[in-house]
């Protein structure tokens, strides 16, 4: 998976040797060798600092002093997949707003290089003297991952361009007076089938970071159903209190935003424009039942 690789040796006697080998027999019992898996608190990469403090205690400290920027988890997911941009978009759409908190130096060692930082800087406290944490450092294997070149499309100039379109046939569908149900069709089947996704995410699912997504607001999970109502030709007049609804529940995530109860990806800003265009269309004429409709 060209990952680089890199050895670091603990500054640890013999004593401490021999406890971190028994925590780690007692972890290969069959009643501890299983955990549940939780990608920012609990992984592989937080054993390395899990199991080693739970040995020292408060004789290892991770300093993070060295720490420039603050930065939440979500930053820190998006510093990681900054050439994968469609990646970065769906795991922005699935995480709740729990990765929007800001992440002290031992919370970033969730990620391998903020494991291999940390303990780069911290120190092991013995009778009163502090000493590197760190005895030697070793590189084993250099990656090239950090100059690999971004997806050539980026998620902003496609939902652009999409939104741009949208945009276009609602303007011509108010001016010849006629209702793109296709269209309808497809951006409530759309939204609603993203909007169930993230909330069997939120509610169907142990993930502790894809609860409370705000992400619901967008994609609202009753489209999927609605979709299939708001394509007839002579649809329910409840529909329009209900697409009055979705530009509230867009307005609601446009605050929300500004408030940062939760930070959105960028390229959902010309998708909100784009529904908030289509929605408004639909509540003042597409759904008023005096104007022609096509399919």
């Known amino acids: ?126 009778n009163g003297v502090e000493e590197p944490a760190i005895k030697s450092t070793y590189k084993l294997f250099e990656s090239d991952y950090y100059e690999q070149k971004r997806d050539s499309l980026s998620p902003t100039l496609v939902m652009s361009v999409i939104a741009l379109i949208v945009i276009i046939l609602t303007v011509r569908d108010y001016k010849t007076k006629k209702r793109s149900r296709w269209l309808d069709l497809v951006l409530f089947l759309i939204t609603g089938l993203i909007g169930l996704i993230v909330l069997l995410l939120w509610v169907a699912t142990h993930h502790t970071t894809t609860v409370n997504n705000l992400n619901v607001l967008w994609a609202f999970a009753p489209n999927l159903v609605v979709a299939f109502l708001i394509v007839k030709k002579a649809p329910k007049k409840w529909l329009m209190v209900y697409v009055r609804f979705l530009v509230v529940l867009l307005i609601a995530m446009t605050c929300a935003w500004l408030a940062k109860l939760q930070v959105f990806n960028t390229a959902l800003i010309p998708l909100m424009i784009m529904l908030v265009v289509r929605y408004v269309y639909l509540w003042q004429k597409g759904l008023g039942g005096t104007r022609k409709r096509a399919f």
């Not at 603990?10 to 290969?28: G, R, S, V, W």
């Not at 920012?40 to 400290?61: M, Q």
């Not at 709740?96 to 092991?124: C, F, Q, W």
């Open 1 to 126: 998976q060209n990952r680089w690789m890199t050895e670091q040796v603990l500054n640890i006697n013999q004593e401490e040797k021999q406890a971190i080998f028994e925590f780690l027999e007692n972890n290969t019992l069959p009643q501890n060798k299983y955990y549940r898996y939780d990608q920012f608190f609990d992984n592989c990469a937080t054993k390395l600092r899990d199991i080693p403090k739970s040995v020292l205690g408060d004789k290892l400290e991770f300093h993070g002093e060295y720490l420039t920027e603050e930065a939440s988890y979500r930053d820190l997911v998006d510093e990681n997949s900054f050439n994968h941009l469609w990646l970065d978009l769906g795991i922005d759409i699935g995480l709740g707003n729990i990765v929007d908190r800001k992440a002290d130096v031992e919370a970033r060692m969730y990620l391998p290089d903020y494991v291999l930082s940390a303990y780069e800087h911290a120190t092991i406290n013995r």
